[in-house]
Each structure stands twice: as structure tokens, then as C-alpha cells.
């Protein structure tokens, strides 16, 4: 009967004439071999449609000279341990459940080396080719593209997949964090661990080093809107804007929906003549994948109107050839420009222009605005969360299914309303008939 090896069974194991296979009870499958010449190496015998089959794990080792970086587990082919040899026999199994044949993958990660496409420079390469580009949407495919040109590829380069173990990862996340903050350490952790994944989905590795890397910071839900004033000083400030961010932020405002779907707008997506003027934006362009029809209020088509006619389809770009970009040196003026406008007021009213400031706000805030200032208007929680292209929790279920009502008409009242109010906190004694001023 077998028995569970242990440690200093492998140390005292002779060879004798004969291969000999020693079974691990702790481990059905796994086998320490032992050679007439003395080599010892661990082995797996499984069966796969029926067959069996069997993988070489590795050269055997008591113990390690060196311990292996945190998070670092050896690949095929290196030396393991008795418990490291255990848990790749788990993976391996695991591999098996899932539909895989760890032999035909091991095959793939040793011709991977040899013709030096196992760094991870190449992967990252194939990553991007075969599953961001293909996976996401534009926008989201250019800032995964962006973080890893910024911050993996100078950090890892030509070093060998198999070599970067979760101190490296770690070492990636304070780098970032130390750059772009909290935020985009959460983000790059996540492109980090759909990379590490895939890479394990195509059998270049057999787990991933990013498995149990705690995000760097908590994801802190915002609340933040804008108040009223706010949004008068907002307003003011992008009068003074030229093409094409000045628009942008405007239309942001009145239509609540997100940055990217307004700033990658195309002039066919839009119907402004007759009496229901409404944006239609495809379900590609769309976060959820779900054509989202957004009707427009008098003052956004007035906006609208005015831009300059651009070849290439874009309403709002600064090429011709792509949507608008740079928004955080834009997004600095803005805030410079709001201030300047709130001093101004506090002076006419004889307070100290100095002692005002603003909160720090983001663009999506925007988005957040206009959702608050619809429901304080009074409309009900789907109708806005209708605009927003949000799924109710107010409809769920079979109904949901189902129901194809997209709200249309209560979507047209409420940001006709919303956008009257922001005419009302802007130009208080203008007539609620004529169009915001872009």
C-alpha cells in the first residue's frame, strides 16, 4: 500500500539496477523516480480521453540551497521540492479538469524559449494582439496599451516569463503608485493579473505570480457633485474654452453620459432636425455593449450646431483622425479658470477672494451631477438610471428580459428639465427658451 513521502524519504532513497517509481500517497498520480545512476526527478501519471500518459515535473531536491523569490514557484523543468512537486501536481490535475494537456503545453512553453518568445516583452506583445485588441473596446484597449508601455515593459523587458515571481509585482505596483497614485495602481494590478492569467490559459506558465497580490489601495466609492455654484463657476469656465474642450465638457453636463462615449462621438450617430433630436450612441461605443439612445435637450443640440464641421467624422478631435485627448492639462486650466471666476464673485460681494477654494472634483463627477440633479428634480430612480444606460434595480428578472421600453420619452423629460436648470443657475433671468450660450 502506498505511502505519503516525506522529505527524508527522498534524501535515503537508493537506486538500485532498475528504474524505480516510489507512488505519493498525499498525491495520487505523483511519483518520485529514481534512476539506476542515482538521478532523481518527480513525475505525474494521468490519463487523458482515456489514454494514460505521464509528465516529467522535475529534477527531485531535499531542499533548496536558495530560497525562491515570495511567490515565485518553480516551472517544469526545475528542480522541486517534495511539497513544490505536490502543488505542481495539483495544477497539473487542475490543467486536466479544465480540457488541457499539460504535456502539448509544457512542448509550447519549451519552444517558447528556445526561440526567445518566453520573455516577457513577447508576451505582453501577444497579449495585447490576441486579447486586448481583440477583447475591448478602443478606448479601454489604448489604456491597458498605455500602462504597460508606461510601467511593465521598463520594468520587465526581455526578462523570462517564468522568472517574475509576485515580489516583482509588487515591486511594479509601489512604482506605480509612487507615479500615478492609488488608482492607477488598482488598474495596473488588474491588467497585471488578466495578463499573468492568460499567460497560464496558454500554458506559458503554471500559476500565476500575481495570484493573492493585494490591491494597493481600497476603491473608494465617490459621491462627489457638484453644487450649485459650482456648476455656474463650471459653466462660465468653459465659455472660455475654445474647440474643442469647452463642448466636450458641456455636452458632458447636459447629457450625463460618460467621457469617452462623448469625446469619441461621430457626427452620423446624431439626429438634430425635427422635434426630437436624440443621440443614438452603438452598442461598440457603449460599457455595457447596450445601444443606448440618449435624447437631446434644445440647449445640447444648440451646442451641437455650433461645432466646426471636421472631416473624418469626429465631433470633437484635435487631428481629424481620433477623438479628443489631453484632458488633464485642459482639465488644470479649468480648475485655474473656475477659481478665478468664484474669487471674482466673492470680491463683487465684498468677501476675501482668497479664502475660496474648490473641492477637488473629477470629469465623471459630471456624470454623477447631472444623475442628482435629475433625481432632485423629482424623476423617478429608472428613468435616470435610463439615461445613464444603467440596468434598474427596479426591474429585474423575466422583466427585464423582456421589457424593451427604453423610457424614451421620460428620458427626454428629465434632461430637458436638468437642462433647464442649469440655464436657470447660469443665467437665472433668461427665458427658459433660449439655448445655453457654448
Known amino acids: ?10 534524501a535515503a532513497a537508493k537506486s538500485s539496477e532498475a528504474r524505480v517509481e516510489f507512488p505519493d500517497a498525499a498525491s495520487p498520480g505523483l511519483y518520485l523516480v529514481v534512476q539506476p545512476s542515482g538521478v532523481k526527478s518527480w513525475a505525474l501519471r494521468y490519463r487523458l480521453a482515456g489514454k494514460p500518459k505521464k509528465l516529467t515535473i522535475g529534477p527531485a531536491l531535499v531542499e533548496r540551497a536558495v530560497p525562491l523569490p515570495e511567490g515565485r514557484r518553480p516551472d517544469l523543468g526545475d528542480g522541486h521540492t517534495l511539497a513544490e512537486a505536490r502543488v505542481a501536481a495539483g495544477t497539473i490535475l487542475e490543467a486536466l479538469k ?4 499539460p504535456a502539448t503545453e509544457k512542448k509550447r512553453a519549451l519552444a517558447s524559449s528556445a526561440s526567445g518568445a518566453d520573455t516577457a516583452s513577447a508576451a505582453l506583445d501577444d497579449f495585447l494582439e490576441k486579447h486586448v485588441d481583440k477583447k475591448n473596446r478602443p478606448s479601454t484597449a489604448r489604456e491597458t496599451r498605455r500602462f504597460i508601455v508606461l510601467y511593465l515593459r521598463p520594468a520587465w523587458g526581455d526578462k523570462k516569463i517564468k522568472r517574475i515571481a509576485k515580489a516583482d509585482v509588487n515591486d511594479v505596483l509601489h512604482d506605480v503608485e509612487e507615479r500615478g497614485g492609488p488608482a492607477s495602481a488598482n488598474r495596473v494590478l488588474a491588467i497585471i493579473s488578466k495578463f499573468f492569467n492568460w499567460t497560464v490559459e496558454r500554458g506559458l506558465l503554471s500559476s500565476s505570480p500575481a ?11 465617490r459621491d462627489r457633485v457638484l453644487t450649485d455654484d459650482e456648476i ?8 472660455g474654452f475654445g474647440y474643442p474642450f469647452g463642448s466636450v465638457w458641456q455636452m458632458l453636463l ?3 453620459q460618460r467621457r469617452e462615449e462623448v469625446a469619441g462621438a461621430v457626427r452620423k450617430e446624431f439626429l438634430l432636425s425635427g422635434d426630437k433630436p436624440s443621440w443614438l450612441i452603438p452598442r461598440e461605443r457603449s460599457k455595457n455593449g447596450n445601444e443606448h439612445l440618449v435624447p437631446l435637450s434644445a440647449d445640447a443640440v444648440a451646442i451641437l450646431e455650433r461645432l466646426p464641421k471636421v472631416s473624418g467624422g469626429f465631433l470633437f478631435t484635435t487631428t481629424g483622425t481620433t477623438s479628443v485627448s489631453g484632458y488633464s492639462k485642459a482639465k488644470k486650466r479649468l480648475d485655474a479658470a473656475m477659481l478665478e471666476i468664484a474669487g471674482k464673485e466673492a470680491d463683487a460681494r465684498g468677501a476675501d477672494p482668497a479664502q475660496v477654494e474648490i473641492p477637488e ?8 451631477t447631472a444623475a442628482s440633479g435629475m433625481a432632485a428634480l423629482g424623476f423617478a430612480v429608472h428613468v435616470v438610471e435610463a439615461v445613464l444606460n444603467h440596468k434598474s434595480g427596479k426591474i429585474s428578472g423575466v422583466a427585464a428580459v423582456y421589457n ?7 428620458k427626454r423629460a428629465a434632461l430637458t428639465a436638468w437642462s433647464n436648470k442649469v440655464r436657470a443657475l447660469i443665467e437665472p433671468a433668461a427665458s427658459n427658451v433660449v439655448p445655453l450660450r457654448a
Open 361 to 368: 472634483w473629477r470629469l465623471h463627477d459630471l456624470r454623477r
Open 404 to 410: 424593451r421600453h427604453e423610457y424614451a420619452d421620460e
Open 98 to 101: 479544465e480540457g488541457r494537456d
Open 232 to 239: 455656474r463657476w463650471f459653466w462660465k469656465a468653459t465659455e
Open 1 to 10: 500500500m502506498a505511502k505519503a513521502l516525506t522529505s527524508k524519504f527522498v
Open 254 to 256: 447636459l447629457t450625463g
Open 211 to 221: 495570484k493573492g497580490v493585494k490591491a494597493p489601495a481600497a476603491i473608494v466609492s
